[in-house]
Antibody, heavy 123, light 106 residues
Framework: QITLKESGPTLVKPTQTLTLTCSFS??????????LGWIRQPPGKALEWLAL???????HYSPSLKSRLTITKDASKNQVVLTMTDMDSKDTATYYC???????????????WGQGTLVTVSS | SYELTQPPSVSVSPGQTASITCSAD??????ACWYQQKPGQSPMLVIY???KRPSGIPERFSGSNSGNTATLTISGTQALDEADFYC?????????FGGGTKLTVL
């Protein structure tokens, strides 16, 4: 059974750096093909993909946010960390982590999602 | 950048068939998947690789993808199917989500 859970601050100030942790079980990021992604959703708005990391430490970022994002993994702890710099009110959203089911390139999908964590950016 | 376009809303009567479209240039050349999200819940995968259903997803959910349009079809729609639906594909290593469609069952 695959489970994921996001953790981190619920409130950050503008210009601060956000650090979120995804703790997961039921799979290993050391296993070939495995990946984990971050997706966010502003209140009442659509899903937006942020970043993705694979078992081999291959990393990919949303082109529009690439300069502000860093994704890292600690496979031994079953954790993935996302940092986002220079937070702004527009970054207020629920942040989800999701397991990427291994498949051929561009055939992958997010089957298992965490419960999400709401991050509010306000002074 | 690659963009997926969905209608903001679709309405359907109980028992009828609902179709939700997702459009983009040559989308049929890529794989599409669909997520259902009910209020206060995380998204749930209902269709992957165009037309495959994960275990536990009712048979009334089906998908297709051809040309510039992927379509999620819900046959015999039930009140509990009312939710937001998002399509998703890949543009290289970039995941792309559609803007979402609110399905109303009335």
């Amino acid at each position: 059974q695959i489970t994921l859970k996001e953790s981190g601050p619920t409130l950050v100030k503008p210009t601060q750096t956000l650090t979120l942790t995804c703790s997961f079980s039921g799979f290993s990021l050391s296993t070939s093909g495995m990946g984990l992604g971050w997706i966010r959703q502003p209140p009442g708005k659509a899903l937006e993909w942020l970043a993705l990391i694979y078992w081999n430490d291959d990393k990919h970022y949303s082109p529009s946010l690439k300069s502000r994002l860093t994704i890292t993994k600690d496979a031994s702890k079953n954790q993935v960390v996302l940092t986002m710099t220079d937070m702004d009110s527009k970054d207020t959203a629920t942040y989800y982590c999701a397991h990427v089911v291994p498949a051929a390139l561009n055939a992958e999908y997010f089957q298992y999602w965490g419960q999400g964590t709401l991050v509010t950016v306000s002074s | 950048s690659y963009e997926l376009t969905q209608p903001p809303s679709v309405s359907v009567s109980p028992g009828q068939t609902a179709s939700i479209t997702c459009s983009a240039d040559k989308l049929g050349d890529k794989y599409a998947c669909w997520y259902q999200q009910k209020p206060g819940q995380s998204p749930m995968l209902v269709i992957y690789q165009d037309n495959k259903r994960p275990s536990g997803i009712p048979e009334r959910f089906s998908g297709s993808n051809s040309g510039n349009t992927a379509t999620l079809t819900i046959s015999g729609t039930q009140a509990l199917d009312e939710a937001d639906f998002y399509c998703q594909t890949w543009d290289g290593y970039t995941a792309v989500f559609g803007g979402g469609t609110k399905l109303t069952v009335l």
